[in-house]
């Protein structure tokens, strides 16, 4: 998604085509709202890479921008230079219904799960829509893998629980639901300086004897990034899929920043 072209008065005039201007102009123009609960890294990037216009009011910035950093009153109209392609490819979720439930019962009505109590104390009840793995433990306890959005993770916990009274086991209870984990895979159109990285991104490490690819945590959302030389990441750890799309967009930021992408 791309901002619509504003108004840009000749004090607000770029240095070139893509709107940058040198830190010392930007000062008087960039006005960081003091009052975002984001940490100053991500301002820092902000300040860097985007050209805020104070005055044009929005409630939330879309999860597709180049850089997402929630609610603010300013609109950033730096763009990446390639499309960032994000799949969300699994997402984990956990739900309970404080309730016992009798597992040998559920095996009996439904012969295709599987239940080896002396291998794993969980059951396995697999959907085919939408393609999910739900655990159930006879506390009541549910943990569910494979869905590829929030929406899919908890509609099939809620297609479980229905399967289950259509069939005579009671559940009194509405399940109660959250998402644990979210795994993403990103290709940022790019190659990646892995080794200049490492030096130049914090609370990351690269050791390529061991494993091809340089491990970076973020703090802000709390996520770790598998980076590949090919431009390919991995993103595990967010809670919210508007979490993926922030993290990618800072760390893809970071990068381009840094002089750490080859296109």
């Known amino acids: 998604m791309r901002w619509p072209s504003p108004r840009v008065t000749e004090r607000e005039r770029a240095e070139d085509d893509n709107l940058a201007i040198s830190p010392s102009k930007i000062e008087g123009l960039l006005k960081i709202d003091?009052?975002?609960?984001?940490?100053?890294?991500?301002?820092?990037?902000?300040?860097?890479t985007a050209l805020w216009l104070p005055g044009r009011s929005v409630n939330r910035i879309p999860r597709y921008s180049s850089l997402y950093v929630g609610s603010t009153n300013q609109l950033p109209?730096?763009?990446?230079?390639?499309?960032?392609?994000?799949?969300?490819?699994?997402?984990?979720?956990?739900?309970?219904?404080?309730?016992p439930i009798d597992l040998k019962e559920i095996t009996r009505l439904f012969p295709d799960v599987k239940y080896n109590p002396k291998v794993f104390p969980g059951l396995a009840f697999r959907l085919k829509a939408p393609k999910t793995c739900?655990?159930?433990f006879r506390t009541g306890k549910m943990v569910c893998?494979?869905?590829?959005?929030?929406?899919?993770?908890?509609?099939?916990?809620?297609t479980v629980v229905e399967k289950l009274r259509k069939s005579g086991i009671k559940i009194q209870n509405e399940p109660e639901m959250k998402v644990q984990n979210i795994v993403a895979s990103v290709s940022l159109g790019g190659r990646v300086k892995l080794e200049e990285a490492a030096l130049k991104l914090p609370r990351s490490l690269y050791e390529p004897e061991q494993?091809?690819?340089?491990?970076?945590?973020?703090?802000e959302p709390k996520t770790v990034f598998l980076v590949f030389a090919s431009g390919k990441l991995v993103c595990t750890g967010a809670k919210k899929e508007e979490e993926v799309y922030q993290a990618v967009s800072v760390l893809h930021t970071l990068l381009e920043d840094e002089g750490l992408m080859v296109y």
């Open 134 to 136: 739900t655990l159930i």
């Open 211 to 219: 494993f091809p690819g340089l491990i970076h945590r973020m703090l």
């Open 77 to 99: 109209i730096w763009m990446p230079k390639t499309t960032t392609l994000i799949s969300i490819e699994n997402v984990v979720a956990t739900a309970g219904v404080n309730q």
């Open 34 to 48: 003091r009052d975002i609960p984001y940490s100053p890294a991500i301002q820092k990037t902000a300040r860097k």
């Open 145 to 158: 893998t494979g869905a590829k959005s929030e929406g899919e993770a908890f509609k099939a916990v809620q």
